[in-house]
């Protein structure tokens, strides 16, 4: 039976093991991808130390959720790419689907698009979940318009900088909350940066609109941070989470007629139900890639299978300077 290489792991809080593994071959309506990068995500972490029940993955697992690659073959029934495509996506690593930590992947064509032309493989494989992520809760939620004021919580993390990006390519006015250190970053791409060490909510809210609150919030960062987005939102506002676990007060989003939603980017991956619409808005992420309006933040340092447990060090204890990625092929 032929073989390929895969970064395993074989139990909760085990570490990654380097083994062949049962190469795999295309189903129908799948594609055979050659991976060439793998992001890493703090949901991989998580997963890696048996602390993600909702994501329903496994031991032993391949883990790694984003996979940027070439098409190296195509199954029975597939439509969308051929051999020598350059595709990436969000397409394993959770619900028992194989992961990116391998040389090949056999991937549902409905999840994937054909990677921006002007990103590598590497920044590629940075963008598939943030920016569903992003996307899902500033679109497919709130429906976020030209005009309308946007606050980013977490303005500076993984999903935070592309919402903050999608949220400028839409017209809205955007307001991004983060530490003194992303300052200058994400007046950089546009936003009014705001330090969360310098101003707490009410003053933030008060001086950057006037009092009333914002149109629409985006948490990136739960806890404490969804708390604070139900003071921020302005009346008829929206709030959107995409950690809105736990328990909190309604009350300040009550008052003000607002509305809460939240995104839970595995639901396709898990149930199978959604995966064409995943595919859909990869394709929007080329387009706004190509047109030079978003462009994911990634970190320098270089990394292949065999340092899959350097990546997840880095990642699990927040000292990563943009998205980590694992370089396969």
Partial sequence: MPTMKAAVVEAANGPFRIADIPHPRPGRGQVLVRVKASGVNPLDTKIRAGAAAHAKHGFPAVLGIDLAGVV????????????????????????????????????????????????????????????????????????????????????????????????IALGAKVYAVDSAAKTEYLRGLGATPINYGAADVDSYVAKHSAGKGFD????????????????????????????????HALAPLSFKSATYSGVFTLIPLLTGEGREHHGDIMREATNLVEAGKVSPRVDPRRFTLDDAASAHELMKNRKANGKLVIEVH
């Fill in 216 to 247: 629409v919030v985006y948490d990136t960062v739960g806890g404490p941070g969804l708390d604070t987005a139900f003071k921020a939102v302005g009346r008829f506002g929206h709030v959107v989470s995409c950690l809105g676990w736990g328990t």
């Fill in 72 to 167: 190296a073959e195509v199954g029975e029934g597939v439509t969308r790419f051929s051999a020598g495509d350059e595709v990436y996506g969000m397409t394993g690593g959770v619900g028992g689907n194989q992961g990116s930590l391998a040389e090949y992947a056999s991937v549902d064509e409905r999840l994937l698009a054909v990677k921006p032309s002007n990103l590598t493989m590497r920044d590629a494989a940075a963008l598939p979940l943030i920016f569903i992520t992003a996307w899902e809760g500033l679109v497919d939620r709130v429906d976020l318009r030209a005009g309308q004021s946007l606050l980013v919580l977490g303005a500076g993390g993984g999903v935070g900088h592309i919402a903050v990006q999608i949220g």
